[in-house]
């Protein structure tokens, strides 16, 4: 899977007090691959929603539902993930708006 890991995505993880409130953002760089195509997916509400892309990344990786995705300094919301195995390695995939 690391082979096909061609791109660079940012993952800007919000940091929350008990209010609610952002008291920090932190940007982490890591290796990705991306394929742009508009698909018609379920969001993680059940709601039928069109994605421009999908991105592949290391299980290991954590990408959680309120993580923004930057990809070319454009903020990207998150509206799926999913672990898929491929041979014996598993993966996540991440469907951006």
């Known amino acids: 899977m690391q082979e096909y890991l061609i791109d660079e995505i940012t ?18 760089v890591i290796r990705a691959r991306i394929d742009y195509k508009n698909r018609l997916i379920r969001n993680h509400k059940g709601e039928e929603v069109v994605s421009s892309a999908v991105i592949m990344v290391r299980k290991e990786e954590d990408i959680k539902f309120g993580n923004k995705i930057i990809i070319n300094e454009i903020e990207n919301e998150i509206i799926s993930i999913e672990t898929k195995q491929d041979m014996d390695e598993y993966f996540r995939r991440i469907w951006i708006q």
């Open 11 to 28: 993952i800007l993880r919000e940091t929350k007090n008990s209010f609610g409130e952002i008291i920090s953002s932190v940007p982490t």
